[in-house]
């Protein structure tokens, strides 16, 4: 298990390499998902393999959490990730940390039901409990920084652009 001077360590090296050269810090991920029977999806980039799927009551087998569950751990994942990372960074002691993500959903919007409705969220809340020893200020400046920096925050609570390519073969044989 790293320790938080590992883990400041490692990132203090990763500040210091792309401020010297930027370009090292940047590229592009691309994660492949592949549509299998029953509404299942395989994902892989690089060597990471999960699953996304729907339940039986939208025409899928259950096997696999929705992408739903899969971006909402995304979220969570991140923060938690981002403040422990920032904790080492800045010293803070923390005991114990949890990120609960709340989303509020209306699937009209989703199933083209009402024009009215969104597909999205029409909110996503967040709940973190720390548990330290630091004074509040401390854990406060913590949160603050590492949502400042957090990406997933960023992609959620921002519009990203968005381009669409698409490459159509035909199946037919003439």
Not at 14 to 37: D, E, H, I, M
Not at 114 to 132: L, M, Q, T
Not at 147 to 164: F, G, K, N
């Amino acid at each position: 298990m790293a320790t938080n001077d590992a883990i400041k360590s490692a990132l203090e090296r990763n500040v210091k390499a792309v401020t010297l050269r930027p370009s090292v810090g940047q590229g592009t991920a691309v994660t492949r998902v592949r549509l299998g029977a029953d509404l299942r999806c395989d994902i892989e980039e690089g060597p990471w393999k999960l699953s996304a799927g729907m339940t039986e009551k939208y025409g899928g087998d259950g096997s696999a959490p929705n992408p739903g569950v899969l971006g909402r751990a995304a979220l969570g994942s991140c923060l938690a990730i981002g403040y422990a990372m920032w904790a080492a960074r800045l010293e803070v002691p923390i005991a114990s940390l949890e990120v609960e993500i709340h989303a509020d959903y209306d699937v009209r919007g989703e199933l083209g039901v009402s024009d009215e409705v969104r597909p999205g969220y029409g909110e996503v809340r967040y709940v973190v409990r720390i548990e330290s020893e630091a004074s509040a200020d401390d854990v406060a400046r913590v949160l603050e920084t590492a949502e400042r920096c957090s990406s997933w925050l960023d992609i959620v609570a921002h519009a990203t652009p968005m381009r669409r390519e698409v490459h159509i073969t035909s199946g037919a044989r003439t």
